[in-house]
């Protein structure tokens, strides 16, 4: 009896191995979307040689995504055990407000000129701030059993009207100059934005923890079938509230990088980063019904509708157009992630 069982469980990694890399590779879903990003990129360059494949325009879009593919990056590990956090973009607001408040505090009231001890002090406030918000997120999801839907959308209300209220329901405008200049602008080898070096540290210590580690493995596993990777063993309620957690450090983070780089908390910017970050995650890939994502299929999923902008705004194209069809390529998206879980199901 023990020979066939053997047979079974090492049949599927055998033929995985023997598999040739080009059909592993055009089997790929994240190589597919690659390829989209790829003739974007191609297209929006013969349409606009002057202005679009220019250092500048590269160096903005780069700029302007980091911040969401932070948020992206927490919101991957969320959708992967099935859940949703639409919260985040409020959580960000919160974080930054609370953190630039701290520094205002500890300056006297106006931190434009407060030097790098205060700011760590910041960062340290908009990261704990984050952390507490993802905790009670967590708490709410995986110990009350409420509906993360439901859940988080009552944060995502209460964490904005908190933002509101400790400034007077105006953005905080007055953020250490040290900080602006050296994060939210300044660059490292010459050409390479910091904003952008921390976004690119965050998404690869990201991606070894979702793939490598013992937490990514649970983290899979809860998503495809919570019941049993309950009953072989995992803390699913447990390894909930570290997902929600680890998803509101990263807004508090991102929250101090949009305090350095707009040199404002920026209200009403960040209103629908939530819905931005979701629809990252879902053209990258991962799917909204769980158990499947990379963090790889993410970055390209945050670059798809930010060169599709940058793009679109270099050509003149409206705002209403740009919302249209991002908007048709997110619906895309999730129906060819659900034609393909069909197709897999049915072998």
């Known amino acids: 009896m023990s020979a066939p069982t053997k047979d079974i469980q090492e049949s599927p990694e055998a033929g995985f191995g023997k598999r040739p890399l080009g059909k592993r590779l055009v089997e790929a879903n994240t190589f597919w979307i690659g390829l989209v990003l790829l003739g974007l990129v191609v297209l929006f ?6 202005t679009f494949p220019t250092l500048f325009t590269f160096q903005t879009l780069f700029i302007e995504s980091s911040v969401l593919l932070i948020l992206s990056v927490g919101m991957t590990f969320v959708i992967i055990t099935s859940g949703i956090d639409l919260s985040v973009g409020s959580v960000l607001i919160l974080s930054g407000m609370v953190g630039g408040k701290t520094m205002e ?6 931190a434009s000129k407060a030097g790098w001890g205060v700011i760590a002090v910041g960062f340290v406030v908009a990261v704990v701030t984050g952390t507490i918000w993802g905790l009670i997120n967590g708490a709410l999801v995986a110990l009350a059993k409420l509906p993360p839907l439901i859940v988080t959308l009552g944060t995502m209300g ?11 329901g105006s953005d905080l405008r007055t953020v250490p100059a040290a ?6 602008y300044g660059t490292s080898f010459g050409i390479v934005p ?9 998404t690869v210590l990201g991606a070894w923890l979702l793939r490598t580690t013992k937490f990514g493995r649970y983290t899979f596993a809860v998503g495809s079938n919570a019941e049993g990777a309950r009953r072989v063993g995992i803390g699913v309620t447990a390894h909930l509230l570290k997902v929600y957690t680890l998803t509101g450090v990263l807004a508090g983070i991102a929250g101090f990088l949009s305090l350095a780089y707009y040199n404002s908390t920026t209200i009403s910017g960040h209103t629908t980063d939530n819905l931005n970050a979701i629809a990252a995650v879902v053209m990258g890939g991962t ?9 790889l299929g993410t970055v390209i999923g945050v670059f798809i509708p930010a060169v599709l902008r940058k793009g679109f705004t270099i050509i ?6 740009q919302m249209f069809i991002v908007s048709w390529v997110l619906i895309a998206a ?3 992630d659900q034609r393909r879980r069909r197709r897999r199901n049915s072998r």
């Open 194 to 202: 910091n904003l952008v070096i921390v976004a690119i540290v965050i």
């Open 45 to 50: 360059s013969v349409i606009a040689p002057d």
């Open 158 to 168: 209460a964490a904005l009207a908190t933002a509101y209220l400790l400034n007077g």
């Open 287 to 295: 799917s909204l019904f769980g158990g499947v994502g990379t963090i």
């Open 334 to 336: 999730v129906w060819f």
């Open 316 to 321: 003149h194209v409206q705002d209403f157009w």
């Open 105 to 110: 505090a500890l300056s006297g009231g106006d």
């Open 179 to 184: 900080l602006t200049q050296t994060l939210g």
